[in-house]
């Protein structure tokens, strides 16, 4: 088939063992701590889900240089739990997620312009540009379920420049993997391909120029970039 012009090529992610994954969406989490909701000035008896979106584009793979973005003093990181799906539907039970919909989970990085976030919450203005510009998913290989096993707890830490700045357990978030993959099943048909970043702990704050950033996840590849 021709095209007015070539079509952009497709998105990927290493994967342990296996062919490299094509990304098609990312869903992200919001507020799926109880520290984190607290910090951001939210309570969490009324916490209610919900989510927004970055383009597949917005992958930056492992080890490297993240350019600090325009339009921003006030660059956060957040480590997350990435789920990868390779499979999808709609209405998707939750007890059939861990064992059917998994293809496997990787440590990302919500990468935010904070400031933007907070002017556009005042306003009452969508997060789309505090959230979903260039590079603003950073993201380690994928590990298979096949290896990893399912993953429910462990350690979910963020450290600058060797410092921890984020600190917790994944056992701890509010909506667990397989609610989360059933709320957004109800919404939308979910399809192969698809991430979902699962939310970060409370510890947020600023990066700079020439920081270095470590996101881990207990038993995953570490995630390492560089701001540069």
């Known amino acids: 088939m021709n095209y007015a012009f070539p079509p952009t090529s497709i998105v990927t992610l290493d994967a342990m063992s296996s062919n ?43 080890n490297s240089i993240f350019p600090y973005p325009s339009n921003t003093a006030d660059l956060q990181p957040e480590v997350e739990l990435v789920v990868a799906l390779h499979k999808g539907g709609k209405n998707i039970p939750a007890d059939k997620v861990n064992y059917d919909y998994i293809f496997g989970y990787a440590v990302g990085l919500d990468m935010t312009k904070r400031d933007l976030q907070r002017a556009a919450r005042e306003k009452g203005h969508p997060w789309d540009m505090a959230k979903a510009f260039d590079h603003s998913a950073p993201c380690s290989a994928i590990t298979p379920e096949f290896y990893s096993g399912t993953l429910s707890s462990g350690k979910i830490e963020l450290k600058v420049n060797g410092e921890i700045r984020q600190s917790g357990d994944i056992g701890d978030m509010i909506l667990k993997i397989p609610q989360m993959v059933n709320w957004l099943s109800n919404q939308i048909e979910l399809f192969p391909g698809d991430l979902i970043f699962t939310g970060t702990p409370a510890g947020i704050g600023p990066v700079i120029k020439g920081d270095v950033i470590e996101a ?13």
């Open 20 to 62: 490299p994954f094509p990304v098609r969406r990312i869903f992200c989490m919001g507020q799926n701590y109880a520290a984190h909701v607290q910090e951001m000035g939210g309570t969490v008896s009324a916490h209610e889900p919900f989510f927004f979106m970055k383009p597949a584009g917005a992958v930056l793979h492992n």
């Open 216 to 228: 881990t996840v207990s038993g995953l590849e570490p995630l390492i970039i560089t701001i540069g």
